[in-house]
Each structure stands twice: as structure tokens, then as C-alpha cells.
């Protein structure tokens, strides 16, 4: 599974920004689909997840009602629309996968990673 990220950015405070994550192959219909990210001297926090099969979502709380994902299983692709940005959501972005339904958002759970991307917000 490879997964490429983009549309990270620098982006000011009150700002939007929306990430893209081209997976290849049929992952995105199959498997959990997530976003994390990972700011410096912090440890790697899930974001958003979207299941395969049913498209459910589950959100951290800190992004609830700010952060939007979803996808497009025509394109192999999984978006993260991010809306009131703040500093605190300065960090690399990194998408990731797993096989399954227990789409929840502890990055050890996830086996397959992308480069991510930086967003800055400042």
C-alpha cells in the first residue's frame, strides 16, 4: 500500500486548508483511513478516521466540528478539510491505513503510512 499526501500549506489564523491522500490500490473502499499528525517534541495524535466498508467517521476532539474527512473511491483518494485553523494545529500531517473496521484513531494501530505534509497555520 502506498499512500502520498498533499495540500499542506502555511495558512493564517482563522484560515482552511484541505489534504488529499491518493492511496493505491482499492484501500480506500476497503480499509480504515486516517489522518494523524505530529507536532514538534509531541507525540503522533489521531485526527480523523473514515471506515472502508460503511464510511462512518470518528473525530478527536479537538477537531470536532473544525475538521471534516471524507473520500472519493473513484479517485483512491481521502480528504481532511480543516476550517477555523489555529497555531495548534501547526504540525505534519501524515496519513495512514489499516485493514479492518475498527476504524479508531491510536496510531499503532495503523500499518501503512504516507510522507505526510506540513500545515502551518501563523
Known amino acids: 500500500v502506498q499512500l502520498v499526501e498533499s495540500g499542506g500549506g502555511l495558512v493564517q489564523p482563522g484560515g482552511s486548508l484541505r489534504l488529499s491522500c491518493v492511496a493505491s490500490?482499492?484501500?480506500?473502499?476497503?480499509?480504515?483511513m486516517g489522518w494523524f499528525r505530529q507536532a514538534p517534541g509531541k507525540e503522533r495524535e489521531g485526527v480523523a478516521a473514515?471506515?472502508?466498508?460503511?464510511?462512518?467517521?470518528v473525530y478527536a476532539d479537538s477537531v470536532k466540528g473544525r475538521f471534516t474527512i471524507s473520500r472519493d473511491k473513484d479517485k483512491d483518494t481521502v480528504y481532511l478539510q480543516m476550517h477555523s485553523l489555529n497555531s495548534e494545529d501547526t504540525a505534519m500531517y501524515y496519513c495512514?491505513?489499516?485493514?479492518?473496521?475498527?476504524?479508531?484513531?491510536?496510531?499503532?494501530?495503523?500499518?501503512?503510512w504516507g510522507q505526510g505534509t506540513q500545515v502551518t497555520v501563523s
Open positions: 495512514a491505513t489499516k485493514p479492518g473496521t475498527d476504524c479508531r484513531l491510536g496510531a499503532s494501530d495503523y500499518s501503512y
Open positions: 473514515i471506515m472502508g466498508l460503511l464510511g462512518s467517521t
Open positions: 490500490g482499492d484501500t480506500i473502499g476497503r480499509y480504515c
